[in-house]
């Protein structure tokens, strides 16, 4: 129903800065969710940065200060601005939507970031 389509991500030195890129396709509802999650190897998959398209937005407390979430409810897109960038923020970063009547979850296939020291 919902198909995500991730960009961005790369190889970065600490201190350096990325840009991640979503966009989403197919039945989009007119409220919704989306954002990024990350998964580090080992680790369970967390919440990065999230904002709804009423303009509410949730930050995990590691990256606030240093990311930004941003969204085109017209284009249905959103970006992750992530600056000042550490080794600990390395992970795979999954974009996600949330929307419907019942709040299903619809996930891109990931980005990698990695952040050398």
């Known amino acids: 129903q919902v198909q995500l389509v991730e960009s961005g991500g790369g190889l970065v030195q600490a201190g350096g800065s990325l840009r991640l890129s979503c966009a989403a396709s197919g039945t989009i509802f007119s409220y919704n969710v989306m954002g990024w999650y990350r998964q580090a190897p080992g680790k369970q998959r967390e919440l990065v940065a999230v904002?709804?398209?009423?303009?509410?937005?949730n930050l995990a407390d590691s990256v606030k200060g240093r990311f930004t979430i941003s969204r085109d409810n017209a284009k249905n897109t959103v970006s992750l601005q992530m600056n000042s960038l550490k080794p600990e923020d390395t992970a795979v970063y999954y974009c996600?939507?949330?929307?419907?009547?019942?709040?299903?979850?619809?996930w891109g296939l990931g980005a990698q970031v990695t952040v050398s020291s």
């Open positions: 996600r939507y949330s929307g419907g009547y019942y709040h299903d979850d619809y």
């Open positions: 904002m709804s398209s009423g303009g509410n937005t």
